[in-house]
């Protein structure tokens, strides 16, 4: 068991999670554009409820994306700035992966189609199947629009969709339409099942020095993107 601080500021949601052993501790509000003022303070105060301190700790989790541009420099660089100061290796998490987590989780999905609102009509996009013990990525994560989102494997599943890029539903090919067995479009990242995830990654062996963590947008140009700089930040 590994002791892990976990955050998220990569969607509108902004999240803070302990997992000390069994225990996970978590911290979850929906707070647009209020990331930066929120962020530090909601980790002090998860720390101090724990009764620990960041150098008690493991590693930092954090997701890398992809997501809302400004939410990821956000995340990366407290995290940064927090491993740095108590010595700590970070892990990087996919915001697409958290997200099937916590849909197996929570309604033992094995199948799982993760898909958040990119904006400018994309949405980003990758496919998961639970093995029993931690997830195969079955489609790597990408960005398209949404008729453009195709299964290629393991057709016949009981595939289901999460995320926000499934309030687009509309726009996917009726022929992906018609292999999803449920949505669940208001499911964002969280940090309690980010946590759970680092401690399996940590275990692993796949924590990164602090200076080596880099956000994951998936699209280039990223400051020529106009309307994204705030979205979710």
């Keep these: 068991m590994a002791r892990i601080l976990a955050l998220d500021t990569s969607t509108e949601a902004c999240s803070v999670a302990l997992k000390l052993g ?3 501790i978590e911290d979850f509000r929906l707070l647009p554009r ?3 003022q929120l962020l530090l ?3 002090q105060q998860i720390l101090a409820d724990a ?3 960041l150098q008690q700790l493991d590693a930092i989790a954090f997701t890398n994306g992809p997501g809302s541009f400004t939410g990821l420099r956000i995340t990366t660089g407290v995290a940064q700035g927090l491993a740095f100061g108590a010595d700590l290796p970070l892990v990087p998490i996919s915001t697409l992966e958290t997200m099937a987590l916590t849909q197996h989780r929570e309604h033992f999905s094995h199948y799982i189609l993760s898909a958040l609102d990119a904006r400018m009509g994309e949405v980003y996009w990758a496919a998961y199947h639970w093995n029993g013990s931690g997830f195969d990525c079955l489609m790597q994560p990408a960005v398209t629009a949404p008729d453009r989102v195709e299964l290629t494997s393991d057709l016949e599943a009981d595939w289901v969709g999460v995320g926000s890029g499934w309030q687009l539903f509309d726009q996917f ?3 992906l339409q018609s292999q999803l067995l449920q949505i ?4 964002l990242p969280r940090a309690g099942d980010i946590a759970r995830l680092g401690e399996q990654y940590w275990l692993q062996g796949a924590a990164v020095a602090p200076e080596l963590a880099q956000p994951v947008y998936l699209r280039d140009n990223v400051a020529h993107k106009k309307g994204e700089a705030g979205h979710g930040a």
Excluded: K, N
């Design 22 to 24: 069994d225990e996970v």
């Design 34 to 36: 209020q990331h930066t």
């Design 41 to 43: 303070p909601m980790i």
């Design 51 to 53: 009764g620990t301190t």
């Design 173 to 175: 090919s009726p022929v």
């Design 184 to 187: 669940y479009p208001d499911t």
